[in-house]
DNA sequence: TATGAATGAGTGTTCATTCAT
DNA sequence: GATGAATGAACACTCATTCAT
């Protein structure tokens, strides 16, 4: 990618979570870029593209976070909690992009076409999921409430490890997976 | 209250939780409610001390919400359940004012002030926790973790309600509070 | 006059001069008056009545205090200085008034009938100079020249002790008169 | 200058001097100026910025006006009434910026900053002055005071012939100058 | 007579977007 | 591709004025 186009990419991120699509001006994020705010409009035809663009980068970086070290072999309990710790660690250490797709997740600016091509690439979620329901290994709840709690407890544990950094370590972190664990095992 | 005053108010919810701060004009609120724009700025001298104050009252209606058949008496997962439960009824409920205490719960338009305000009043949680806590029916995990945890399966719950109403039916409902029950319990 | 109604022209009086006419608001001149911003209108049909009424007022004032000890028995000159001392020394106590005057003297603010009405009142200051004239005690200069020439040296000396008060006293006074008077005598 | 913003300064000069500083809005100077209203903020932050240029940029015309052609060799009063001359001809014919700077002199939009730099340039006069006194031509009367007559008896003359322009000639203004000039003198 | 809530046109200023260079 | 001056619609907020009490 352009140099400048990814420079605006990162000045855009960290703005709109700070202040969101409309308390951004184009004006700001060319300036923090570094760039002149004609350029912006040479790589994003308006605002609203820039966005939807952002939204597609978060999340593909999401899913390489997340699928990085997937290795289907393994027993179902540590596949999810490797899963569920990638998950975790990008929201804390990618803490503007996990921000950004938790705000902007459910927000108008974002087109559908956008959603859906992001979309797309999560289903293997469910799949793996149905997976362990099958085995019996956890509760025999409907596919979206499990997808719904597992990132509800994700979203906990980020909260907790970002008002409390100093309480990140391995043991907590695991603590926090039994936490959800336990709650969907049988 | 003034009778054009809670109008505003009530346009403002609204508007804020579905277009945002920034991204909701005063002209667009007062013409929601029915009233010309100079009202607004007799009843709330900023935007923000409009925000601000719907916060207030939004975390109010909350706090009545949640706590409205407390019974100190109960035993502690009974209580609990009825905390939780009476949390995620006004989450699917009262959408609107849900959504918007989340939205703009970490929002920078929210002075600390208010924040202060209306945690305040929040505090009894905490040492309710701890109660259970020490009577050794719950993991021992820090208070902090547990609130969030609690508040993120919440999230959860809210979330599937709201996507499959449907569903929405007091067994599911209760398998979803054994959710984080079981997350919870020893 | 209404009590309320004074307090609202001395208000005015002060804030005018101090911020102009439209930076003055009719709320803040009510305030200042310490009456209801209805009350202002109850008194005066429009902001723009009340600015006229007041510059009624002021140039009643300044009538009031230039002609107070006039004596027609007097020498030409003892006359005029009289006349010249007690218009500086109004300018100088009753610094609102006087400014206010000059300030709104040419604004289209007042309207050509509140200025004739207040003007008519002026026209003996040119009779009587006519008189020194023909007497030949002064210059043969035209009325106009004369007058504006009075208004200015006023002007100075008023600007003068204002900024340097602590040299009023009666030989300095005398000084600033001589100026005026070695000026236009022959 | 830039183009537009010139002929935003000649628009403003216009207006404030008419209508003054309030009653003067932003879209009709751009209008005046036949630029867009972003056009002003684009080229002057705030509308105060705008007047306080402008005050400096008049400043500076009228020091440019007065001491063209200053000639230090010549006689105490011939350089003064040079002086004298030069800046009452800049009141007849420059009027609106004479009248802007005398309007604005005084008020709270001009910066106390933006005032020191336009006052620095202007110190010569006194120290101009203080020579002729020396030489016991004229009275020996404090400098301010001689200022402010100066000022005044320049303030008259621009005020009678602007309100009687065929009587202006050099016989006339000549008259005017020695109405100050056998003032001053011993 | 006095009040102050309500009004809506108008204000200073911002901002996404365009376009000539 | 990159720039930044220029645009004018839209924004938060103000204000003279009205009117029911």
Do not use: C
């Not at 072999?73 to 990008?90: A, G, I, M, Y």
């Not at 906990?156 to 907590?172: C, D, G, I, M």
């Amino acid at each position: 990618m352009n140099e400048k186009k990814q420079l605006l990419l990162n000045a855009a991120l960290k703005l709109f979570v700070e202040k969101g699509f409309h308390g951004t001006s184009t004006s700001e994020i060319a300036k923090t870029a570094g760039v002149a705010t004609g350029t912006l409009f040479h790589h994003f035809k308006t605002k609203q593209e820039l966005i939807n663009s952002l939204y597609l980068y978060t999340k593909e970086q999401l899913l390489i976070a997340i699928t990085i070290d997937y290795q289907d072999s393994e027993q179902f309990k540590s596949n999810l909690k490797r899963l569920w710790l990638n998950f975790t660690h990008f929201g804390i250490e990618k803490s503007d992009m996990y921000q950004f797709i938790i705000i902007f997740h459910s927000s108008p600016y974002i087109t559908s076409l956008t959603k859906e091509q992001a979309e797309t690439r999560f289903d293997d979620l469910l799949t793996f999921y149905r997976k362990g329901i099958e085995n019996q290994e956890i509760k025999t709840v409907k596919d979206e409430m499990m997808v719904e709690f597992f990132l509800g407890t994700i979203f906990s544990t980020v909260n907790y490890f970002t008002k409390h950094p100093e309480r990140l370590n391995e043991k907590n972190m695991n603590l926090s997976f039994e936490l959800f664990w336990d709650g969907i095992s049988k």
